[in-house]
């Protein structure tokens, strides 16, 4: 328990707002701590205790305060509004992820640079193995909001969802983030504290939500934010866990593991995958459970486990085969499956150092995705595939590939497609000293584009 310090002239402030007596605010923080199976003996010294600073709350019991007053107050309030949450925490890491979904946009629109150098951590990959979505489901299904959310206001998420995913496929992840994250904090996350009309509503937007969450996410990857994206991509599995526990919850946690492959940290990824392959399985569509298993085979070929990626990689084609229900919204955000599952069958095959099998994955990829609606992607694609053309000795080839993939990225505001040109920098220089022709002229481009 915390030593005295300053009075919480911010739980003050809220406490004011509510109206409640010390009191009835105690009584109502048990109540909440019962709901998840605590409890607490607070009592109104311990509110007063808080309040003029004398002591801290501590374990779980900002979050049953910070729920006791939102339900008073009818807004969401969050631990750090309260000025209980510290200022280096891990805004995800907390029993309430509506609250963090709200206190996460906020802090990415009004202290930018604190979530810009937040850490990945490989502790986080693992996070969904040990998660208690029934303690979870429990908070959030015992809230009775003030307003009734319709089927209307899940698809304005929705739309909003896909038309910035859009953009973001063409024009990077620094494009609208921060219009994307105000909008989670402000409008999207604040609904999912409302009633629903039905349990299927309910799942919808939590589903919506949770997507919304993912592309917040996203963004923060393409830019090389990774912390951030970690926190992002946290709180869409939670939220996705209450609408979908199998499915979606699967596609969250291959979220997780495909950020960490994609950084080369591949710890814990082959038990992530299998976690969600042991939850989507029967529950998915062909297409997405291609992909958890085209996932599986990179993570296993990331730890030279070739025979196992093998044997995943053919369970990819197999479940691409599968002529069954539509692809959900959440899996169709990467594109088509066919053309993700021959791209991470290309980089599965680079870490087995298959260079022509690479090759030949990458071409198929970009036939299998639009150039316009994926500009993004061909771009990247064009350059990886510079990068397996270069293995092969193939000079010529791979600077017109790379070429390709440098008049693509222009008016991009990504990391991902800077980091890649750079990484060809020092074969562009032993090919200049091979006088290799266009190596010149494409290494002053590059410079040019780094500048």
């Known amino acids: ?238 939220l996705a866990c209450e609408a979908d526990p199998h499915a979606h919850a699967a596609w969250m946690m291959r979220a997780l593991a495909h950020q960490a492959l994609s950084l080369k940290q591949p710890h814990h990824c082959v038990d992530l995958v299998e976690g969600a392959l042991t939850r989507g399985l029967d529950h998915v569509d062909g297409q997405t459970e291609a992909l958890l298993h085209i996932t599986h085979a990179r993570a296993y070929a990331a730890v030279g486990e070739k025979p196992a990626a093998a044997r995943a990689l053919l369970s990819a084609e197999d479940a691409l085969l599968r002529d069954d229900v539509p692809q959900p919204s959440y899996s169709l955000v990467s594109g088509p499956a066919a053309g993700t599952v021959a791209s991470h069958t290309a980089r599965t095959l680079t870490d087995l150092a298959d260079h022509p099998g690479t090759e030949l994955q990458h071409r198929a990829a970009l036939t299998r995705w639009d150039p316009a609606q994926y500009k993004r992607v061909h771009a990247l694609t064009h350059a990886d595939l510079g990068d397996s053309l270069a293995a092969q000795a193939r000079a010529d080839e791979a600077i017109a590939a790379w070429t390709t993939a440098l008049d693509l990225m222009d008016g991009m505001t990504s990391d991902r497609t800077r980091k890649a040109i750079a990484s060809i920098r020092p074969t562009l220089a032993t090919y200049q000293r091979r006088q290799v022709p266009g190596a010149t002229q494409l290494h002053r481009r590059v410079r040019e584009a780094l500048l």
């Open 1 to 238: 328990m915390a030593t005295r310090g300053e009075p919480n002239n911010r739980l003050r402030d809220v406490v004011a707002e509510s109206g409640c007596t010390y009191d009835v605010l105690a009584r109502a923080v048990r109540q909440v701590a019962a709901e998840n199976g605590e409890i607490l003996q607070t009592n109104k010294a311990a509110i007063s205790h808080w309040i003029n600073g004398i002591r801290r709350p501590t374990g779980r019991v900002p979050q049953y305060l910070a729920e006791a007053l939102s339900r008073r107050t009818g807004r969401t309030i969050t631990p750090r509004e309260l000025g209980l949450q510290d200022e280096g925490s891990d805004l995800s890491t907390t029993s309430d992820p509506v609250a963090a979904a709200t206190d996460l946009g906020r802090a990415d629109v009004e202290r930018r640079r604190f979530l810009a150098v937040a850490a990945f951590t490989t502790a986080g990959v693992t996070m969904p193995l040990g998660y208690d979505h029934e303690a979870t489901s429990r908070l959030l299904r015992a809230r009775t909001g003030h307003i009734t959310i319709g089927e209307e206001d899940v698809t304005v998420v929705r739309n909003i969802t896909t038309a910035f995913s859009a953009a973001d496929e063409r024009l990077g992840g620094g494009h609208g983030l921060t219009t994307v994250t105000a909008y989670l904090a402000d409008t999207a996350a604040p609904l999912l504290r409302g009633r629903f009309p039905s349990d299927h509503v309910r799942r919808q937007a939590f589903g919506a939500v949770a997507e919304l969450a993912y592309l917040a996410g996203w963004k923060h990857h393409d830019l090389g934010q990774e912390g951030a994206a970690q926190r992002y991509y946290h709180i869409g599995y939670q």
